[in-house]
């Protein structure tokens, strides 16, 4: 299938980016920064995490959250800034936080309930909003957030979705992205909806049948949800999907009004996935191809440009220039 680019308003507005890699790769509006080994380590030493965290950055980059449970049982997410590293901690489970580092979402640390289906336990939010979240080894629930934590993406099992108020009828921009594709075959996708923490229980909108979404970003009035689209049959005629063939893609949603519109499609099928999206110039950390010796890259969707940075390490983001700069500095 021929690469190609569908490009709406600015969101792909940005030239050629010269790079430097010396710990910290500066682009002309934001910067790189590799969060990995012994860099980890250090920041990771004095909180008391029992095993290695999760990391993640906060909107601006201004901020790099480290999140996990300690030895008390409790979640403890350490925000390193400019102004130095704090703790936060908190008796819920899998925390998240805004830009301020305030709570917005938690999986709630009840007594789980069985039932026939799986493990039910709920994404709570801090107005008081609950989602049923059903962990299946067949078809677990997850649910990942935007850097910054105003969006998130959830997919559930259609029998999940069944039971919430109002999910069978939601927005479906495009509900296949192979041309005259009507089902699935046998296969039952799951639902996958993107959601504003601000009104949780009110999905803006669900993504295509034959797309697999891993990752959520947003950028000015639209988000960019980075995954794999499947391939039905060969050559793309529609049919029963491939599974064990499919693609990196990544699609990017408009706001129009009160609704969402697809505007945009990348075919990534060079690289394995997205790492992370520069909110400034629209610049996306891809990871190659390949587990063991896989290296990553700065890759610029308006003229499809790659440049390499070497070995891929544990973690990368797009950061402040100044907060680059101080993490290269002190950590």
Known sequence: MRHFLAKFGRWWSLTAVAVTVIGVATGR??????????????????????????VSRNGPGTKVFLTGRTADNTSLVEIVSQAG???ERFASGRPVIDDDGELVAWVT????????????????????????IVFTNASPARFEFAPGGQYFLLVEAQSAVAVL?????????????????????????????VLRT????????????DFYASA???????????????????VSKPGRPDLGNDKAWALVFSQDGSTYRLTGQLDLSR?????????????????????????????DPENRKYVSLGAAGAHGFFMDPAFSKYLESHW
Do not use: H
């Open 29 to 54: 509006c934001g910067s790189f920064a590799a969060i990995d080994g012994k860099r980890l380590e250090r920041l990771a030493k004095d909180a008391g995490f029992q095993g290695m965290p999760a």
């Open 85 to 87: 590293v704090t703790f």
């Open 109 to 132: 640390n009840l007594q789980a309930r069985a039932t026939a289906k799986g493990v039910v336990k709920a994404l709570a939010f801090t107005g008081g909003e609950e989602i049923p």
């Open 165 to 193: 108020p109002g999910w069978n009828s939601l927005l479906q921009p495009v509900p296949f992205l192979t041309p005259n594709a009507t089902n699935m075959g046998q296969y039952s996708p799951a639902c996958q909806a």
């Open 198 to 209: 601000s009104s949780p229980t009110k999905p803006l909108f669900v993504l295509p049948n």
């Open 216 to 234: 959520i970003f947003t950028r000015s009035n639209q988000i960019m949800v980075s995954g794999s689209r499947f391939i039905f049959g060969t």
């Open 271 to 299: 690289f394995s996935g997205v790492l992370d999206l520069d909110p400034v110039t629209g610049m996306l950390l891809v990871r190659g191809k390949g587990d063991m010796f896989a290296e990553w890259g700065l890759f």
